[in-house]
């Protein structure tokens, strides 16, 4: 790292810059990378600068030398994690894509917070204090209102981000594979712009909750994320999908990958009209139908992929899991258990309560059996006051006839993917649950939303999902580390700035000698660690005070 300053004269006049850089080697090639700006320092300060850096490995000899005019250090804010998520930022095209205007600059630290500590727009205010904001982003003043004006502007821009975001390099001779599902996440509240009540995921009875629609490429990347109202079915949401494909990311090959809930007859058209392709899966009941009509065969439910041909260019490719087949038969025999221990339990209360009602325990029992989805197979009765259950093994055997038999469709023809692609790109609707598990409680927490507007709620999604594309990216660099994404970041953290101050004045800040499990992040996230930085503290502040708050209550 040095000091490079140049000076040049134009129309009679004379300009000095001077810009802090460092050289690296790549391709066999020794190049240059700018870090910062000096120019606005004064001739001292630069010198300084120069000095600090010409003698960075000697400097504890000359503060002895130099005695109480000598420089002086400081502990300065944390830069090892919010330097390695910027410049990941940088190489994943999420910087290009935000822009580094002032809102493109706030929006990465909205989306760095929410890697670095999940929360309220107020809580990334507060984080910013505590970490080198302005050396690594060069983001300064901001609040927490100028942070939720930011989600609007998320919100405005989310097309063109999302654009931007699709059209990083990615192999141009395959195919375009879009897989798309659907979540949702229920509310503490009842005043956001989406709160409804519909089919609730989290099985949260009697909360309001929002649908979000998240679309991927083939390796999960994350491409677009919808928020939708609460009551809003997964195929109400698909059409949104299908033009966004076309139209926003100007797709021509496309398949869309999509559950057996969602892409169904009136879909599948929407597709065929569009041009593009589709892979999902039918339901056991829609298996049932093509087995009468003579489509398809039980024998052809193998381990081992077997393909059909149906009407109008549709493929179907089955398969039988036997891992799955005995799963769901052990669920079933636990739930057969439970049930007859519910019947012994309902006996013994009628042997000692002889004026107890029978019929009332035989209700009981069969709204229970219900809910265990047993009724099929299993009848009950009374006998001289007991509960009989009685499994009808001919029922049985049909319920359990499609054990593990799952079926795909596609209207794909061979030529184009052979059957065993078409069944692992029907897999690959696994990295999308992934996404979600990641995005809504296990790493970055969409929920709670403290958000109610229906533009805020908009870029409070998409900042999730653009935090989610960082993470994803660190997770895949350090799976060779025995750490965790919080772990490796918290470490990440412990590194800290320190200011370097010369007759009293800070001049610049310089980086420590890092740990060596910290040095081992840096190399595995493949983000070098500079040496020194320029004096560039952020001046953030809450409206809404801490302390004050905590008074007053």
């Known amino acids: 790292m040095y000091v490079d ?3 040049s004269r134009l129309n009679g006049k004379t300009y000095t810059r001077h810009l802090l850089r460092e050289s690296y080697r790549a391709d066999g090639k020794v190049k240059h990378r700018t870090l910062g700006n000096l120019s606005h320092c004064d001739a001292d300060e630069v010198e300084a600068i120069r000095l600090a850096l010409k003698h960075k490995g000697d400097l504890a000899r000359i503060l002895a030398q130099a005695g109480e005019g000598g420089p002086r250090f400081k502990q300065g804010p944390a830069i090892g994690a919010v330097w390695v998520l910027s410049q990941l930022a940088r190489e994943l095209g999420l910087v290009a894509a935000l822009g580094s205007d002032r809102q493109g600059k706030l929006a990465l630290w909205q989306v760095i917070a929410r890697v670095l500590d999940q929360g309220s727009r107020l809580s990334a205010v507060r984080l910013a204090g505590a970490h080198a904001l302005g050396a690594a982003l060069g983001a300064h003043a901001f609040d927490e209102d100028d942070l939720y004006a930011n989600l609007d502007w998320l919100a405005d821009n989310q097309a063109d981000i999302e654009s931007r975001l699709f059209a990083q390099p990615k192999a141009v001779s395959a195919p375009d ?16 712009a989406f709160a409804a009540f519909g089919y609730n995921r989290d099985r949260k009875s009697g909360k309001r909750q929002i649908v979000i ?127 007859q221990t519910a019947a012994e339990a309902a006996n013994l209360y009628l042997g000692g309560h002889p004026r107890a009602a029978a019929k009332t325990q035989l209700a009981r029992l069969k709204a229970r059996c219900e809910t265990l989805g047993l009724d099929k197979f299993v009848r009950l009765e009374t006998q001289d006051r007991r509960v009989v259950v009685a499994l009808d093994e001919a029922a049985l055997r049909e319920a359990a006839r499609l054990d593990g038999c799952y079926a795909l469709r596609t209207d794909l023809p061979k030529a184009a993917l052979a ?10 609707l696994a990295k999308v649950e992934w996404a979600f598990r990641d995005s809504k409680t296990a790493l970055l927490e969409m929920r709670p939303v403290y958000v109610r507007a229906e533009k805020r709620t908009r870029g409070h999604a998409l900042v999730v999902m653009l935090a989610y594309l960082m993470t994803r990216a660190l997770r895949e660099r350090w799976r060779d580390i025995d750490v965790t994404i919080k772990e490796g970041l918290d ?6 700035l320190m200011e370097v101050s010369i007759g009293g004045q800070p001049t610049c800040y310089r980086v420590p000698e890092p740990r060596d499990d910290v040095r081992r992040l840096f190399e595995a996230a493949a983000v070098a660690i500079p040496s020194a930085l320029p004096l560039a503290p952020t001046r953030v502040a809450t409206k809404r005070k801490l302390p004050q708050r905590r008074k007053a209550s």
């Open 177 to 192: 594979v879009f897989l798309y599902d659907v979540t949702s996440t229920y509310l503490e509240g009842e005043q956001n």
């Open 491 to 496: 470490r990440l953290a412990s590194l800290c």
């Open 213 to 339: 629609g998240l679309m991927t490429d083939a390796d999960g990347r994350p491409l677009s994320i919808e928020v939708f109202p609460g009551n809003t079915s997964d195929v109400k949401s698909f059409a949104n999908q299908v033009s966004k494909a076309a139209a926003r990311f100007g797709a021509s090959r496309v398949t869309f990958v999509g559950d057996r809930g969602m892409i169904k007859a009136p879909q599948r058209a929407e597709l065929g009209a569009a041009g593009f392709h589709y892979i999902t899966a039918i339901t056991k009941a829609q298996i049932d139908g093509l087995i009468a009509a003579g489509v398809l065969q039980m024998d052809l439910f193998e381990e081992t992929l077997a393909e059909v041909e149906g009407l109008e260019g549709e493929r179907y490719v089955l398969r039988r899991n036997p891992a799955r087949a005995e799963e769901l038969a052990a669920s079933r025999q636990d739930k057969l258990g439970a049930l």
């Open 5 to 7: 300053s140049s000076t």
């Open 419 to 428: 059957k065993e692609i078409v069944h692992a790109r029907y897999k690959d």
